[in-house]
């Protein structure tokens, strides 16, 4: 039978008569165009001798785009390009170039020698957003991590030399600073209150194209990739939000701005088999943003606060886990009948949760009025509190919720808050041991202390002279080697360094440096 709209309204007649004979109220959807006329008037007619039945309408009037102009005039005064210069020395052998085989397996012998040629520049760029009007800027660490020379332009074209304040490798956070006043900023919005749907403006430099504004919505939140992994075992902090506003190389370090013109994200993450934007892009919301800059400009470093606990995603995807290990989990989660939250697997030794009534086996399933269903939802709570918090953690014990207050602690297992470990601590200068010198002292590497000031080398006896050979059991040749053995050292419960080497005379030292700083 051939549908057309009249059999379609007769049919609709007769479901509703049905419907209000049984005494039922019934919603019938009538478009307000393009309906017959001989049959709308008695349809209507129907309705209105039934009072059990009531009449919905729609219209099909196109909808209105939401007004972005004012979002992107505003915030593109605030989105700043980013160059960056890098150093990068390149080893050559004494034939000046390595041969075929070398430059695909690497020296042929092992002794071979190698001598230093002069640094080659590799530069970049990308996007920062200027969040106070003395020019202070947030980006990503990945845009600015082993920079040399940061130069910072702004949509008007001025330009001006940036210095580092503090970088951030778990969150991919940097904070910068240029000389100024009156700078144009961008509000900080709340990222917790953007919705899936709502539309958002990515703001940035693609290409070191000025200026760009692309528009998209929200396709979801609290989205993890895991690509900030630290190490096999750490993973870095991510809860992104997702988008599909385009973005490419370059707008790392720009902005996501909600339709208010509020900065409620820090572009970060291209998702692209190609390199370039097919379809989704990712942001580090300001909830995480806010705390991780508050810490750098204070401190240098970020004051992360730890709950102290080994945990088990219920519900995750686990298709790609060894066959033993997922079968682990599965045994863990059973009995559970349970979607989401974060199972409890372990309890780690003097961390938060130890002197919590926190217990293996219990599922979280909120912190302070936020719900966790992820990984990905806790970091991002616990990123908005430093060690010394106190928050209440929302638990599931035999079926029955339960909450707990918990103080919060850093990784070291302690309150207290800590100052970046940087070289300026140590009031001393260095360099890389020269051949004639290693050949005297029959040395293949150190780093010799060229001058001593007050600071903690002074404090701890080393002089002038000095040649550093290890550092808490780690071989020293370069400056990088010893501010990598500071940073390891500052995130131990001791915050000590154990220095050892030898004087130009012959003779051995061994000092141990405090790096711990009174607040």
């Known amino acids: 039978m051939k549908l057309t709209k009249k059999t379609l309204f007769t049919g609709l007649a007769i479901a509703c008569f049905s419907a209000a004979v049984a005494g039922l109220t019934t919603y019938v959807i009538m478009p307000k165009t393009g309906t017959d006329s001989s049959n709308k008037g008695s349809f209507t007619e129907m309705f209105q001798q039934n ?265 995750a995807d686990r298709s790609d886990w060894p066959e033993e290990t997922r079968k682990e989990a599965e045994e863990r989660e059973k009995g559970l009948n349970l979607n989401s939250g974060l199972l409890i697997t372990n309890i780690v030794d003097g961390g938060s949760a130890s002197t919590a009534d926190i217990q293996t086996g219990d599922v979280i399933i909120g912190l302070n009025n936020r719900e966790i269903k992820s990984f990905a939802d806790l970091q991002e709570a616990l990123a908005m509190h430093r060690p010394g918090d106190k928050v209440k953690v929302k638990l599931l014990r035999d079926k029955k919720e339960k909450i707990v207050e918990v103080v919060l602690k850093n990784e070291q297992g302690t309150t207290k808050l800590v100052k970046n470990v940087d070289m300026e601590m140590l009031g001393a200068a260095f360099r890389e041991l020269p051949d004639e010198t290693k050949q005297q002292l029959r040395l293949s590497y150190g780093l010799e202390v060229t001058g001593v000031t007050s600071g903690k080398f002074q404090s701890a006896g080393i002089r002038k002279g000095f040649i550093i050979l290890k550092a808490n059991g780690t071989n020293i040749s370069t400056l990088d080697d010893l501010q990598e053995a500071m940073k390891a050292a500052s995130k131990t419960p001791e915050q000590v360094l154990f220095i050892s080497g030898i004087f130009p005379s012959g003779k051995r030292g061994n000092y141990a440096v405090d790096l711990s700083t009174e607040q």
């Open 51 to 315: 009072p059990n039945v009531k009449l919905a309408s729609y219209s099909v009037a196109e909808a209105q785009p939401v007004d972005l102009t004012l979002a992107a005039e505003n915030s593109v005064h605030a989105v700043v390009h980013i160059a960056v210069v890098k150093q990068v020395r390149q080893r050559y052998n004494q034939r000046q170039q390595p041969d075929i085989f070398e430059w695909f397996f690497g020296p042929q012998n092992p002794n071979q020698q190698y001598r230093r040629q002069q640094p080659e520049q590799q530069r970049g760029a990308g996007s920062g957003v200027i969040l106070s009007k003395d020019g202070y800027i947030v980006t990503n660490n990945h845009v600015v991590e082993g920079a040399d020379e940061l130069t910072v332009k702004l949509n008007d074209n001025r330009e001006f030399k940036a210095r580092l304040i503090g970088t951030d490798a778990v969150t991919d956070i940097a904070l910068i600073k240029i000389e100024g006043d009156d700078f144009p900023t961008l509000p900080v919005g709340d990222s917790d209150a953007l919705k899936i749907g709502e539309w958002v403006l990515a703001v940035g430099n693609p290409f070191n194209l000025s200026s760009t504004v692309t528009a998209g919505i929200v396709s979801a939140k609290a989205r993890r990739l895991d690509v900030y992994r630290q190490s096999n075992t750490e993973s870095g902090i991510e809860a992104f939000i997702q988008t599909d506003a385009a973005i490419n190389p370059g707008n790392s370090g720009g902005a996501l701005v909600n339709a208010k013109g509020e900065l409620v994200g820090i572009n970060a993450v291209l998702a692209s088999p190609t390199g370039t934007f097919s379809g989704y892009g990712f942001a580090i919301p300001t909830s995480i943003m806010t705390n991780v800059v508050a810490d750098l400009k204070q401190y240098g470093i970020v004051q992360r606060a730890m709950l102290g606990v080994n945990i088990q995603e219920i519900g």
